[in-house]
């Protein structure tokens, strides 16, 4: 029994008065109680106390944030060897090239725990991280699944196998590839723009998704992150997709090429995709920084039509893609700054879109990542949720609010408490 109250003691917490969002769409100033890691009653008012309660008096609880495009092995490389001059991605990976040379299990390992911790205290609970399998020891894949296996009890990883160079860039990173799966990734990747040749992407294109057969992995495969608009991989992607039937289960990442596709060819391809039923990720901290680099005046914004794929229903999720590494040397890992960069980039500044841009760091990542009924703010799911300084998700975009409360299967995992400022006039 509660001495305070004499109410039996029910549920291990309960969260009072909080603006619930129990959709993208649907918020409701309810009571939440969670009991044995899961959530069991949602209510205007729940009777029972709990051995916790905290009354949020109107802060929003959101399903936790969804990273779903992370390079976790070269994050926190800022400026090793050197820093990257052009800002291009090609300059990025040269410098990666010279940076990965030097990794060890340790080296991998600290930096992505560490990029772990600040993302998890940022309202991240779910990641997926590409792993690189160029390099013949597979050490940052190795390095990232004992990571997966290391923070699962607070932190859901998802590793992609991720062919940075190419799959025939050399004779062995076909093998490469095929081994990672063996060593356990949940998803084969690929970079069909980076291959030598357009017959090689097509063929990557081809290997990835026999691949993916073979093994039953999810796919991601960074496409068209380039602003050529003769760069027509996902074309290619599209219909592996509705051929094998994989759908829902591959995901084109960046596409920013379709940023510069004529809009006859791109009319006609949307239409390819709303058959195909892909996931989409771009990356707006990333692609406004990357791509356009080639222009003089006017310069392009070198990101996907997200605005176009969202009004055809289509499933896009945002991705922050680097932390401080050699092709952006800023970022804290916060996926309100990526949904902000969102509404400005992609020119979604009505109500329904920036709420839109929450969904695609929520609900949205949550179906990229194919995580079903793990996801979600209702009962009998699992006590996965973050509390926010703030109303509503327009104004959590609008002031990058603060979460002040990350709690991970029932147990509240981290505390923030929001900074104050005095004012003496
Ligand atoms: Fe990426």
């Not at 607070?154 to 093998?175: C, H, K, R």
């Not at 793990?374 to 104004?395: D, F, R």
């Amino acid at each position: 029994m509660s001495p305070a109250n004499n109410k039996p003691i029910a549920y291990d917490l309960i969260l009072r008065q909080g603006n619930v969002m129990l959709s993208p769409h649907q918020i409701e100033s309810v009571d939440l109680a969670i009991k044995a890691g899961k959530i069991a009653a949602i209510s205007a008012h729940i009777p029972e106390s709990a051995a916790q309660e905290i009354n949020l008096q109107g802060k929003l609880i959101s399903p936790p944030f969804v990273e779903s495009h992370i390079h976790l092995d070269s994050a926190l490389t800022a400026g090793e060897p050197r820093w990257n001059q052009t800002g291009t991605l090609f300059e990025g990976i040269k410098i990666w090239q010279e940076r990965k040379q030097d990794l060890t299990l340790e080296d991998i390992k600290n930096r992505a725990i560490a990029t772990l911790k600040r993302q998890a205290q940022q309202g991240i609970l779910f990641v997926r991280t590409h792993a690189d399998v160029s390099e013949s020891n597979l050490i940052a894949l190795e390095g990232l699944l004992e990571v997966r296996e290391e923070v699962k009890d607070w932190m859901t990883v998802q590793v992609v196998a991720f062919p940075q160079d190419g799959i025939y860039g050399n004779s062995q990173n076909e093998l490469l590839l095929e081994k990672a799966l063996e060593m356990g990734a949940d998803a084969v990747g690929g970079i069909p723009h980076y291959e030598f040749t357009r017959e090689d992407g097509v063929r990557s294109v081809q290997r990835i998704f026999e691949l993916a057969g073979k093994y039953d992995r999810l796919i991601d495969i960074h496409c068209d992150e380039i602003d050529d608009d003769q760069s027509r991989f996902l074309e290619g992607v599209a219909a592996a997709a509705i051929r094998t039937g994989m759908g829902a289960k591959v995901t084109a990442s960046h596409t920013t090429a379709l940023g510069s596709y004529n809009n006859a060819y791109a009319f006609k391809l949307i239409g390819l995709l709303e058959r195909a039923q892909i996931n989409f990720i771009a990356n707006p901290l990333i692609n406004i920084t990357l791509q356009g680099r080639t222009d003089t005046y006017p310069k392009r914004r070198g990101i996907t039509r997200v605005k176009e794929l969202w009004q055809q229903g289509l499933n896009v999720s945002l991705g922050h893609d680097c932390i401080q590494d050699p092709w952006y040397s800023l970022g804290t890992g916060n996926m309100l700054d990526v949904a902000h960069m969102a509404v400005h980039v992609c020119q979604m500044t009505g109500v329904a879109e920036v709420g839109a841009c929450y969904a695609m760091v929520t609900w949205n990542g949550a179906k990229t990542l194919n995580l079903g009924q793990n996801y979600g703010l209702e009962v009998g799911q699992p006590a996965n949720l973050i509390v926010l300084g703030t109303e509503n998700p327009y104004t959590a975009i609008r002031d990058r609010a603060p979460v002040e409360q990350v709690i991970s299967q029932g147990t509240v995992l981290i505390e923030t408490v929001p900074s104050t400022t005095q004012c003496y006039w």
